[in-house]
């Protein structure tokens, strides 16, 4: 199967009547038509609640559901389907975790490990954790090329650590963090391992068994899925362990005036009618995925990358955040031009169709540690092209060109 921009409806438009070239794809990717018809095939033919009738649509509802979860066991390599549990997204995985696993386990004794790298949806719920159990939070710090420094993140993980988690790929940088070797860390020091894939499963190959992680997030529409649909892994022993986050329909066994029991993992935390047209469209994106082939995937996006960077150094003023070797990189890559605000180069780059992100990137502390703030950012899918990069970098040209000119 070969990925086709005509598989994708809605890059086939202009904007500022130039052809749109679409470069924000660490925030949301685009929608294969597979995915839209799947979803549209549930309204239209299979629409019903799911697990709870015994007549034929809800049937095909569910065996659609149900459908999709071993899809994402398939995907990222889990043991058993029961690991795999549907959220709204990483953030939400994240919150339950800490909201869940860590109220149970984590005491004012206890540390927290994570690092300046981090989005905010793995920074703010282990603060909310931390403040509320007095347990101390740790920042692992970075290397001059924004790689993680290994040798801090050995001191800061002690056996006082009971959650480490981190980003298995950067939303800034590009970093490909070495997870598999971080979990070991963990592991030794009596630690679980939590890692953030909202960068990571949408473009590469993930195996959480061989990464060694006790959990991992992420979300569907970042990997061709729709909004609103995500995925928390959890191995089955502490998934068994934990309580749910949310309480109601779907997720229950008994109900009495006094009490209730849980149905068995996954279902116990997925209260109420869950996103079921989110899930068959994860499944579809999964389909169309693994049909391209996640390793093509990965592959793609290192040539574009390594296409890119040299192209962006060469411009006099222009400075790239994380690693400048494409081997190290994901297909995310943050820049200033000098005398260009991020936003306004955002501006600019639109008026000539290229949709690129500006600003923090829902990573302060990151930014405040590059001593920055605000950058922008281009971030590539296999459907982008090494024609879109000439495109980006002619037009980069003319914008500094143009402000050179215009504020002289």
Excluded at 46 to 62: F, K, P, Q, W
Aim: aromatic fraction near 8%; glycine fraction near 8%; charge should be negative.
């Amino acid at each position: 199967m070969k990925m086709k921009q005509a598989d994708f409806p809605i890059l086939n438009q202009t904007i500022n009547g130039q052809r749109m070239i679409y470069l924000d794809n660490a925030a949301t990717s685009q929608k294969p038509k597979q995915v839209i018809d799947a979803m549209t095939h549930y309204y239209q033919v299979d629409n019903a609640n799911v697990h709870r009738g015994i007549y034929d649509l809800s049937e095909r509802a569910t065996a659609a559901y149900e459908a999709s979860r071993d899809k994402v066991q398939a995907f990222i390599h889990a043991k058993y389907r029961k690991e795999i549990v549907f959220t709204r997204g990483t953030t939400e995985s994240i919150n339950w975790l800490a909201s869940t696993y860590g109220v149970a386990h984590v005491t004012a004794d206890d540390d927290i490990v994570i690092s300046y790298m981090e989005h905010h949806s793995n920074i703010v719920p282990w603060q909310q954790l931390a403040q509320k159990t007095g347990a101390k939070l740790k920042y692992v710090n970075l290397n001059s090329d924004g790689t993680l420094d290994m040798s801090d993140l050995a001191q800061k993980i002690t056996d006082q650590t009971k959650i480490v988690s981190i980003a298995h790929a950067s939303n800034v940088l590009g970093v490909v963090n070495p997870i598999q070797e971080i979990a070991n860390i963990a592991h030794q020091h009596g630690a679980i391992m939590i890692a953030d894939g909202a960068q990571s499963a949408p473009h590469m190959v993930v195996d959480v068994q061989a990464l060694g992680v006790d959990f991992f997030a992420f979300s569907g529409h970042k990997m061709m899925g729709p909004t609103g649909i995500g995925v928390l892994y959890g191995r089955l022993s502490l998934l068994e362990q934990m309580t749910p986050a949310q309480f109601g329909g779907e997720m229950i066994e008994r109900v009495s005036l006094t009490g209730a029991t849980f149905k068995p993992v996954p279902w116990r935390f997925e209260a109420g009618t869950p996103n079921i047209a989110g899930a068959i469209g994860l499944g579809a994106a999964i389909d169309y995925l693994t049909a391209y082939g996640m390793t093509q995937i990965e592959n793609d996006e290192r040539q574009l990358v390594a296409y890119a960077l040299p192209k962006l150094l060469a411009i006099s003023g222009l400075t790239v955040y994380g690693p400048q070797d494409s081997a190290y990189h994901t297909g995310v890559i943050a820049f200033n031009l000098a005398g260009i605000h991020a936003h306004d180069l955002a501006t600019a780059l639109d008026q000539e169709g290229i949709e690129v992100r500006a600003g923090h990137h829902c990573a302060q502390p990151l930014m405040t540690k590059l001593n920055l703030s605000a950058t922008a950012r281009i971030s590539v899918y296999s459907y982008n092209t090494m024609t879109e990069i000439d495109r980006l970098i002619s037009v980069l040209e003319q914008i500094k060109e143009y402000f050179s000119h215009e504020f002289a």
